[in-house]
């Protein structure tokens, strides 16, 4: 069953912005439009996150969950994606 999907506060979004590279030749843009939070990766077209927690979010697209890092200092050094049974991670590059 899919995690349900929690209202969290938009404000934390920012701190995820930005660019993380999952292989050499993939970026995933993390951005907000409207409130909403968005990853698009290189060539592709963007798709909303949602969030099941503060740090974890959903794209219903593709079965993709992304769990971000953050550290006790509240600076994000990476995400983890899972897809499919596997895991990437893709540190902020940008």
Same mark, same amino acid.
């Given at each position: 069953?899919?995690?349900?999907?929690?209202?969290?506060?938009?404000?934390?979004?920012?701190?995820?912005?930005?660019?993380?590279?999952?292989?050499?030749?993939?970026?995933?843009?993390?951005?907000?439009?409207?409130?909403?939070?968005?990853?698009?990766?290189? *060539?592709?077209?963007?798709?909303?996150?949602?969030?099941?927690?503060?740090?974890?979010?959903?794209?219903?697209?593709?079965?993709?969950?992304?769990?971000?890092?953050?550290?006790?200092?509240?600076?994000? *050094?990476?995400?983890?994606?899972?897809?499919?049974?596997?895991?990437?991670?893709?540190?902020?590059?940008?």
């Amino acid at each position: 069953s899919d995690p349900e999907i929690v209202e969290i506060d938009p404000t934390l979004y920012e701190r995820y912005v930005g660019t993380y590279q999952v292989l050499p030749a993939l970026h995933l843009d993390i951005r907000v439009e409207e409130e909403q939070l968005m990853a698009q990766a290189t *060539g592709q077209p963007a798709f909303p996150l949602y969030p099941v927690s503060e740090t974890r979010f959903l794209a219903q697209v593709a079965d993709i969950m992304i769990q971000f890092d953050v550290s006790a200092e509240e600076t994000v *050094g990476g995400l983890t994606l899972y897809q499919a049974g596997q895991e990437l991670f893709a540190p902020k590059v940008n």
